[in-house]
């Protein structure tokens, strides 16, 4: 693809206590389109002491920024969200550029984030307690959310405006201020959404945003005492070392990471329908998604007529830049990811998987500098292979073939990840059994892997996370405290569970 989509260098700076200011070592690094290598922006390598500084500010504005009533802090969402609304397209555009994903994706992305503007917006006025029967006389208690204090957002590239949005936009709704790190590979869009939020009149030193690695910028959230709480989302391996690192300092930390998330299609299912939702699901975001199909589990009595159906469709998938009409699939973020993707595609090979279609990198010479890779097809893959146990964030998909739906949950479950899974069939019993057994913290039937509403909660058992969800009223449980309150107004001493 030549570099005709070019469009916009410049230079961002970071935003701290307020003011869009430069990084201290001066250091810049390049924010590349992986469909045809433009440059895009040039974005501050920061280091420690701008992290600190951040860190210093969303520590000041704290003490006032909890005290705002919370319907206040949520008509500021309000009005990020409306703001969202009006630049979804330019967004996206944006988005597509970056990072590669296709239009119709980068927009639906975007459209994440204004849903979940308008719903915390809401949960400004939402943030319910209780109150219960004390068990003394003349005694009122209740549960009350509570503020916790500065929150590191850490965040992966793939999803560069939905995924901070899920973090930010409830910590900011439940009274905390924000320290944000993107990933490296997605700045641009960082710096979009801390402008919207910047306009939409949130107070200097409640947002701020500090670009740089994870090594540099990121470490010292992890350990800086004055931050309260780290929402994570990126790799399995990361996230590990996060967990460590921020919880040796006693702070709350979730953790979203991998998945290896299979679709199962019964006897019964409706291909043609199973067809189009195993395509979104393995080839959608270049399986770079972590809900992303990557495992196929089919019952016998279909396997070799979906095999079939599959190659033929794959076929026909159209590679090219996401901003043009007609493409299908956009490129991989980097040359780092198409290498191993190459070195999965291999394993699999030597492991003795067949390689049904796709296995390389396109030779179309107008995809040449892009990170382009074809979407690939195994079939009769072995369940304990490595195609079929590791996260290879790519376009591959690994058909695995069962002989019932209790093998199929079986081997659904035998990854050490637990995102998402997805069934296909038309025996309402078959499905009700699935929901019960699949071991993933989101079940489909009869639709893909992926397309998470903002409104229910988000989230993985075992390798993916450690058990916090986002999104749904169960992201202000992490980005809240609880508070229990006693009030006695008896007059005298009263003493809980002391024998009088
Ligand atoms: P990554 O782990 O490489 O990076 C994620 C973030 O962590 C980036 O901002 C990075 O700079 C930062 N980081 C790296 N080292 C760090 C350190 N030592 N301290 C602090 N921060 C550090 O992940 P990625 O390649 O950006 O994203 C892809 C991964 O994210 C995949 O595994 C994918 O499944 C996962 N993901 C999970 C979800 C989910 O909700 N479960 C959603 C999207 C992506």
Request: contains cysteine; negative net charge; charged residues 20%.
């Amino acid at each position: 693809m030549a570099r005709r989509h070019q469009a916009m260098s410049v230079r961002l700076k970071n935003f701290i206590n307020g003011q869009w200011v430069d990084p201290e070592g001066g250091r810049y690094r390049e924010d590349v389109d992986p469909a045809n290598g433009a440059v895009l922006a040039e974005v501050p390598a920061s280091t420690a002491a701008d992290a600190g500084r951040a860190i210093a500010a969303a520590a000041e504005a704290f003490s006032a920024w909890r005290q705002v009533p919370g319907p206040k802090r949520g008509e500021l969402l309000f009005e990020a969200g409306r703001l969202l609304q009006a630049r979804k397209s330019a967004l996206a555009e944006k988005m597509t550029r970056e990072m590669g994903k296709v239009l119709l994706e980068t927009a639906g992305d975007v459209q994440e984030g204004i849903d979940m503007a308008f719903y915390m917006a809401g949960e400004g006025r939402r943030s319910f307690g209780y109150t219960t029967p004390s068990e003394l006389p003349d005694k009122f208690a209740m549960a009350m959310r509570d503020p916790i204090g500065v929150a590191g957002i850490i965040t992966p590239w793939n999803f560069p405006m939905a995924i901070p949005t899920w973090k930010i936009f409830p910590a900011l709704v439940a009274g905390n201020t924000v320290v944000f790190k993107p990933a490296t590979e997605a700045p641009y869009l960082a710096y979009e959404l801390v402008s919207i939020l910047q306009e939409a009149g949130f107070p200097p030193g409640v947002v701020n945003l500090v670009f740089g690695s994870g090594t540099e910028v990121g470490e010292v959230l992890l350990t800086d005492p004055r931050v309260a709480l780290i929402s994570f989302t990126g790799s399995n391996q990361t996230g590990r070392h996060v967990a460590a690192v921020a919880g040796a300092g006693l702070k709350r930390v979730s953790l979203e990471l991998g998945g290896k998330n299979a679709i199962i299609v019964l006897d019964d299912a409706d291909l043609d329908l199973a067809v189009e939702g195993i395509l979104w699901s393995a080839y959608g975001t270049t399986g770079q998604r972590c809900t992303a199909c990557s495992r196929l589990i089919v019952q016998e009595g279909v396997y070799d007529r979906l095999r079939d159906r599959l190659v033929e469709r794959i076929g026909q998938l159209r590679l090219g830049h996401g901003l043009a009409p007609g493409t299908d699939v956009g490129p991989l973020i980097n040359r780092a990811a198409v290498e191993k993707v190459q070195q999965y595609v291999a394993w699999g090979r030597e492991e003795g998987a067949r390689l049904e279609i796709g296995g390389g990198m396109p030779t179309d010479p107008e995809l040449g500098t892009g990170h382009f890779y074809l979407p690939t097809l195994f079939s009769e893959v072995g369940s304990n292979m490595r195609i079929a146990q590791e996260e290879i964030f790519g376009p591959v998909l690994s058909m695995i073939r069962v002989k019932t739906l209790s093998e199929a949950v079986a081997v659904n479950n035998q990854v050490a990840y637990g995102l998402s899974s997805s069934l296909f069939t038309a025996n309402v019993n078959a499905a009700f059994r699935a929901i019960r057994d699949l071991a993933t913290g989101i079940v489909y039937i009869n639709a893909g892997t992926t397309g998470a509403e903002i409104h229910l909660p988000f989230g993985g058992t075992r390798g993916t996370g450690n058990g916090h969800r986002e999104a749904g009223t169960a992201a202000l449980d992490f980005f809240a405290e609880w508070k229990a309150v006693y009030v006695d107004y008896s007059g005298r001493l009263q003493r809980a569970q002391i024998d009088t």
